[in-house]
């Protein structure tokens, strides 16, 4: 059974560096074709992809963020952290850790997701 | 602005079917057979209904399906019941900047 679980601050100070983790069981991301991915929803609004990464440690990242955005993978611990620099008010949102696989690209197990606020 | 675009809502009785549209473009939908759809309720994990255009996880109601035509995919749910009420999500994966996401589509079960 695959589940997906994300922790970090609740809130964070505009130009503050937002730290997130996924962590997960039920599959390895040493296995050939599976990812880790990181969506966001802000309040209200519509889902958006911002970044990938492969048990090759192959790294892809929207590129209206990419200058932003980190990710990195914990093999071991069964971990994927997602660093944001520079946060914004706008960047206010629900972030989610979703599992997918290369063969199917589909986003197909999400966790419950953490609301990240970014206020002063 | 998302980059699918999807209904704001739609709303049907029980038992009935609704159909909900995504329109893509030539870079998503109309050139790669991997569009997704995902089932949202509130404070839950948004949940896997429709992969690869037409395909059903397993545990998916048959209610369920989906298809494609062009750069438009639709997800139909037929026998409409209640705890279908749910926001609903079309995805598509779209090459180098992978995945795209409809803007939501609000179904009440009236």
């Known amino acids: ?120 | 602005q998302s980059a699918l675009t999807q209904p704001p809502s739609a709303s049907g009785s029980p038992g009935q079917s609704v159909t909900i549209s995504c329109s893509g473009t030539t870079n998503d939908i109309g050139v790669y057979n991997y569009v997704s759809w995902y089932q949202h309720h509130p404070r839950k994990a948004p949940k896997l209904i429709i992969s690869e255009v037409s395909k059903r996880p397993s545990g998916v109601p048959h209610r369920f399906s989906g298809s494609k035509s062009g750069n438009t995919a639709s997800l139909t749910v037929s026998g409409l019941q209640a705890e279908d009420e749910a926001d609903y999500y079309c995805s598509a994966y779209a090459g180098s900047n992978f995945w795209v996401f409809g803007g939501g589509t609000k179904l009440t079960v009236l």
């Open chain 1, 1 to 120: 059974q695959i589940t997906l679980k994300e922790s970090g601050p609740t809130v964070v100070k505009p130009t503050q560096t937002l730290t997130l983790t996924c962590t997960f069981s039920g599959f390895s991301l040493s296995t050939s074709g599976v990812g880790v991915g990181w969506i966001r929803q802000p309040p209200g609004k519509a889902l958006e992809w911002l970044a990938v990464i492969f048990w090759s440690d192959d790294k892809r990242y929207s590129p209206s963020l990419k200058s932003r955005l980190t990710i990195t993978k914990d093999t071991s611990k069964n971990q994927v952290v997602l660093t944001m620099t520079n946060m914004d008010p706008v960047d206010t949102a629900t972030y989610y850790c979703a599992h997918t696989l290369s063969t199917t690209w589909t986003l197909d197990f999400w966790g419950q997701g953490t609301l990240v606020t970014v206020s002063s």
